[in-house]
């Protein structure tokens, strides 16, 4: 069984980064020591005991929030 599991850096709060779990939506507290260089919006991927950015997951999903932005300007646009 593949023990992976993905967060979203959410915020940065002092020195702790709050990650959100993206299937659970789940919130915790991780201190930053415990990261490598972070910044908020960042994917990290959670396995044997260590955290990893993916910026290939962080890609895709900025892709998909600037196709849904770009929809609903094109919507807006229409409706003038």
Excluded: H, S
């Amino acid at each position: 069984m593949d023990n992976l599991e993905k967060y979203a850096v959410d915020r940065i709060e002092g020195k702790f980064a709050i990650l959100e779990n993206i299937d659970t939506k789940e919130l915790k507290m991780v201190e930053l020591l415990l990261l490598p260089v972070v910044k908020e919006k960042d994917i990290l991927v959670y396995k044997d005991d260590l955290y990893m950015i993916d910026n290939e997951e962080r890609r895709k999903r900025l892709d998909i929030i600037r196709d849904k932005l770009n929809k609903l300007k094109e919507k807006d646009k229409k409706e003038m």
